[in-house]
Each structure stands twice: as C-alpha cells, then as structure tokens.
C-alpha cells in the first residue's frame, strides 16, 4: 500500500465539499474516480483525512491510511543526449539512459536513474530532498 495518495486540486476540493457536507461515501467515490485506488484504500484515506483535519477521529486511519496529497503530476520531460531535444515520459526516459549508457557513461547513467527515482517519488507525492 501507498502512503500517498496524489489527485489533482480539482478533486482535492470535491473531495473536502463532500465531506464538509457530510458525504462521507461520496468523497470515497471521488478519491477512488481520481486515483483508481480500491475502496478500502480510499476509505482508509477519507478517514485519515477526516482525523487530520479534526471532523472525526479515527485513530487507525491515522496509521493505516495513506495521505492524500495535490500537486502536479509529471507527464513529459525534454531531454537531449546530444542528438537533439526528446519528449518522454518517466518509464521512457529509464530506458533512454540505459540505452545511452555507453555514451553517456555509468556515473552519468546513475545520476540520470536516481533523478528519475526522485521524480517518481514526488509524483506518488512523497517529499524530496537534496543531498549535498
């Protein structure tokens, strides 16, 4: 199980209308329809979320759901390995380094795999940091 739980801002203030209307099903059904979570996951988010902001407790959501987080979503990175500028997504761009590894060389290579660990990390909306 994820400890995020991304969706769009759109979806995150549904999601509080609902709930602030008292729809508790309702706002599980829109976090399910954002993030194609199952229920229990989302259920467990729902109350998590309800616990942090204080309308109900639920302490064991606190621990066993994951939180829900808004922010950007990375589709497409440009790269340019020296042949001009590429479009890819995350998985394509794994696969590009890799396949660039002779030419690039296997520092550059890990440095270029750890980014796109770091990216992928904040998508599922976890906090990234610089390590100096």
């Known amino acids: 199980m994820s400890k995020f739980m991304r969706v769009s801002a759109p979806a995150y203030t549904l999601i509080l209308e609902h709930l602030q209307a008292g729809k508790k099903i309702a706002a599980i059904k829109a976090l399910r329809a954002a993030n194609q979570s199952g229920l229990k996951e989302a259920k467990e988010a729902i109350e998590r979320l309800q616990d942090e902001q204080g309308t109900n407790s639920y302490p064991h959501a606190a621990k066993a759901g994951a939180k829900i987080v808004v922010g950007p979503v990375i589709k497409k990175l440009t790269l340019d390995f020296g042949e001009g500028d590429i479009e890819v997504d995350l998985e394509t761009m794994q696969l590009m380094t890799l396949m660039q590894m002779q030419k690039i060389g296997l520092d550059a290579c ?18 990234i940091g610089v390590i100096t």
């Open 110 to 127: 890990g440095e270029i795999l750890d980014l796109v660990a770091a990216l992928e990390a904040f998508a599922s909306g976890q906090k």
